[in-house]
């Protein structure tokens, strides 16, 4: 079957999102292809008074885009890779990974603070809803507040101005792609913050059938050192279950001896306990690896605090792991 022409990219409607589709848009312009930018709006669009950890679904910023490619209204769908469920739904396909940006996590000052992170007084509090985030963060220094915040890169900004609080957790990648680098105070250490599975990557996702359509994304717009590191991640992620849901990271990334180094993390949700563990390995075992990792975070006691934060949320039974 010949690839669609144009190709329409459905993408949430989000800054960072349609950012990330006309980017995508353009590589396959670049090969001359015709292409066609659709949006499409997500449950995680619109509950926004809802931590995503309390909406209980992994998929609630994809559902609506993989509805769209079954259906062929839309042939490719472009996601922030950490959006994306560890188990895709059947029928469709993650045809590319694109390129990482910078993988970790931002320190976003409020504009009237000058304090690096080092600096900040006692009490002082940072708004992040991200599960992960918080239990990092209060594992550094458990004085700190923090308060939960949703909505688009950009509303969480204004959020911020608005706000009385000392500064905001986002993604490095989210603002450097949306040529927010002035917002960026310093970049949170790695072993104080493990990343989430699969920050700064992009997910192109197409409909399993189409397999002229999948080849095709793969040939253009496929990053193999970024896909080795991220599918790692996300064996770890398979193998702890629950994605953005329990407050667990892992980053892989290749160092300078061409192995694989893998940084697995679980912890309670006031970082009260946390299990953390690196791994080095060749690029062929980091998927093995990863799980391994994650099965003796698990068993060290990870297990346990992952069953009290799942027991105590009244969304259990949309869980999966
Ligand atoms: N949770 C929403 C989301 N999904 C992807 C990114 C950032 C970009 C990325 O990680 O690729 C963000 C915002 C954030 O966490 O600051």
Known sequence: MPIPDPLVIGTRGSELALWQANFVKSQLEAHGHRV?????????????????SEIGDEAVFTKE?????????????????????????????????????????????????????????????????SLRRRAQIKAWRPDIEVVPVRGNVDSRLEKLDDSDWHGMVLAMAGLLRMGLSARIGEAFPKDVMVPAVGQGALGIACASDEHDTADALQSMLHHEATAIAVTAERSFMQTVGGGCQVPTGAFARFNDEE???????????????????????????????????????????????????IGDRTSRASFRS
């Open 36 to 52: 066609d930018i659709e949006v499409i709006v997500t449950r995680g669009d619109q509950v926004l008074d809802v931590p995503i």
């Open 65 to 129: 885009l993989d509805r769209a490619l079954l259906a062929g209204d839309i042939h490719v769908a472009v996601h922030s890779l950490k959006d994306l469920p560890s188990r895709l739904p059947s029928g469709i396909t993650l045809a590319a990974i694109g390129e990482r940006e910078d993988p970790g996590d931002a320190f976003v000052p409020h504009p009237g603070v000058d304090e690096s992170l080092d600096e900040l007084p006692e009490g002082a509090v940072l708004a992040t809803a």
């Open 259 to 309: 192995d694989v180094v893998i940084d697995g993390c679980i912890a309670g949700l006031d970082g009260e306990e946390m299990y953390r563990e690196r791994r080095v390995c060749t690029p062929e075992q980091a998927s093995d690896e990863a799980r391994d990792l994650a099965q003796t975070l698990l068993d060290a006691g990870g297990a346990e605090v992952l069953d009290e934060i």
